[in-house]
């Protein structure tokens, strides 16, 4: 495994304890492998079953609660069936724990005692959680307007938890700082995290008997489950294991939509043939919104997602505050209790089966429990 500067092509051996590199540029990583589907045969039903496809080489070193192999549900949106995974039924709560796991993991493998990451709520709780398995200390940065409960649940860990005034764009600024010194766990910046959540591939594939769905739709905030699952799809296609990336289509609330209007002035510009030039790296304040987990004003990770969307034929889509609701209250009353940014992915889903093809096979997920919020 080795990093690689996405800006400069610089590359670092796996030994160094690195986010960034020098030159400021996100880091991918390199990581070559061999995975068969007989591998993972009477291995437990966990995420670390890929194991030759994670990052982290010792049993000894992995931080673990044994999560993942989340159930992958059929659920009714009006007259189209849909396949869910339940990762609200994750050990803290929500999917961030594949990040947080082999990202905790490598930092145990090299021996940092401390961490520092900033958060919405669910990243902060999984980061926390996992750093307290492994007795590492952890320092956790989020808005001052977080849940409640999601904030009760990173100090029940343990956590040195510090609310920023201002929005999610304030709370990332005020970890830069404290990064400086110590190791940033990020779900963002540190491409470990994505090499977790890219492990929803590999559990989708496999549930569907190595088959890749048509269409997997999916939330973007930071975008790191959609270029997790992204990176998890290519991996399986490079390996010979399914023929074709599904087409990945990411959901977006109406208040905070800086992917979709990139996405939006890209496509517009190729219909018209206009060529527009539309800025990458244009941030957008954010209004208010019950979505609280993907009120995201400037992914650091916007060009690759939008490469992501691109490459698979895929699209964008927004919801409001009100469709997120009216979309709560029907998974409520089917019996599912998730969050309400978990909700703007089922309002998202709603809206895509409205124009979706006949038997196309489409898979979403449940974010977070609805235990969360509040």
């Given amino acids: 495994m080795e990093y690689l500067c996405t800006e400069c092509g610089k590359t670092y051996p796996s030994s160094e304890v690195i986010w960034q590199c020098t030159c400021g540029g996100l880091l991918d990583i390199i990581h070559e492998f061999r995975f068969d589907p007989d591998m993972v045969k009477g291995r437990e039903p966990s995420m670390w079953r890929y194991r030759e496809a994670l990052p982290v080489k010792k049993d000894t070193v992995v931080v673990s609660f044994h999560e993942g192999y989340t159930p992958l549900i059929p659920v009714d949106f009006g007259s189209r069936r849909v396949l869910i995974k339940q990762d609200h039924l ?29 958060s919405s709520g669910n990243a902060g709780s999984a980061i926390a959680a996992y750093c307290a398995h492994a007795s590492i200390q952890c320092d956790i940065y989020v808005p001052q307007a977080t849940s409640p409960s999601k904030l009760k ?15 999610r764009a304030a709370t990332a600024r005020a970890v830069l700082s404290a990064a400086e010194n110590t190791f940033y766990a990020s779900h963002s910046y540190n491409p470990l995290f994505f090499h977790g959540t890219k492990t929803f591939a590999y559990e989708v594939c496999e549930q569907m008997g190595w088959n890749a769905p048509d269409t997997v739709i999916l939330p973007i905030g930071n975008g790191t489950l959609f270029l997790g699952a992204f990176i998890g799809f290519k991996e399986l296609k490079d ?7 599904p087409v990945m289509v990411g959901v977006q609330s109406a208040s905070c939509a800086p992917v979709y209007r990139n996405y939006i002035a890209s496509h517009m510009g190729k219909l018209l043939k206009t060529g527009v030039d539309y800025r990458i790296d244009d941030a957008e304040s954010c209004l208010p919104t019950i979505a ?37 209250k029907k998974m409520y009353s089917s019996g599912y209790y998730i969050e309400p940014t978990a909700g703007a992915v089922t309002a998202g889903v709603e809206k895509y089966c409205m124009t979706a093809k006949e038997n196309e096979r489409i898979v979403s997920v449940f974010t977070g429990h609805g235990l969360k919020h509040g």
């Avoid at 709560?93 to 796991?101: F, I, L, T, V």
């Avoid at 997602?305 to 009100?322: K, M, P, Q």
């Fill in 90 to 118: 994750f050990p803290t709560g929500s999917y961030k724990d594949r990040g947080a796991s082999v990202l905790v993991s490598k930092a145990f493998e090299r021996g940092i005692k401390h961490v520092v990451e900033d």
């Fill in 153 to 167: 649940q990173i100090r029940s860990y343990g956590a040195d938890l510090h609310t920023i005034k201002g929005d």
């Fill in 239 to 245: 390996q010979g294991i399914i023929p074709a990336l």
């Fill in 292 to 328: 609280e987990g993907i009120a995201i004003s400037n992914p650091v990770r916007k060009k690759q997602i939008l490469n992501a969307v691109t490459v698979t034929g895929g699209s964008v889509i927004t919801v409001d505050d009100s469709e997120i609701e009216h979309s709560l």
